[in-house]
C-alpha cells in the first residue's frame, strides 16, 4: 500500500513539473520578444494620423500579431472604415486603406 501511495505521489509531482515547464515554454514572450516594441495606444496615434480629423476614440479595434511584430488598426471615422498596419517595433505605418 505504501508502495502505490509513493507511486502516486512520485507521478502527481512528475505530472505538475511537466505542467509547469509546458507552460512556461508556452507563456513565453514571442520571437519579437528581443526587440522594444511601442505601445499600442503610440501604435494607435501613428495610424490616426493618417486621418484628417480622427482621435483615439475613433479607433474601433487594435491588435497585435506577436509573430510578425505589426499591430493592425481599424479607425471608423465619418461614416467611413480605414485600416492601418504599423510596425511594433518602429511605429512606421507599413500599410494603410482608405475606403473609395
Not at 37 to 55: C, F, H, M, W
Not at 72 to 94: P, Q
Request: proline share 3%; aromatic share 10%.
Amino acid at each position: 500500500m505504501k508502495k502505490i501511495y509513493a507511486l502516486a505521489v512520485v507521478f502527481t509531482l512528475f505530472s505538475l513539473a511537466f505542467t509547469l515547464t509546458a507552460c512556461a515554454a508556452e507563456c513565453a514572450a514571442p520571437a519579437v520578444s528581443n526587440k522594444v516594441l511601442i505601445s499600442a495606444q503610440e501604435a494607435q496615434e501613428a495610424a490616426i494620423k493618417r486621418v484628417p480629423g480622427a482621435a483615439l476614440k475613433d479607433v474601433s479595434f487594435c491588435e497585435l500579431d506577436k509573430d510578425k511584430g505589426i499591430y493592425t488598426i481599424g479607425i471608423y471615422y465619418r461614416t467611413k472604415t480605414y485600416e492601418a498596419s504599423v510596425n511594433a517595433e518602429t511605429g512606421d505605418v507599413l500599410s494603410f486603406d482608405r475606403p473609395s
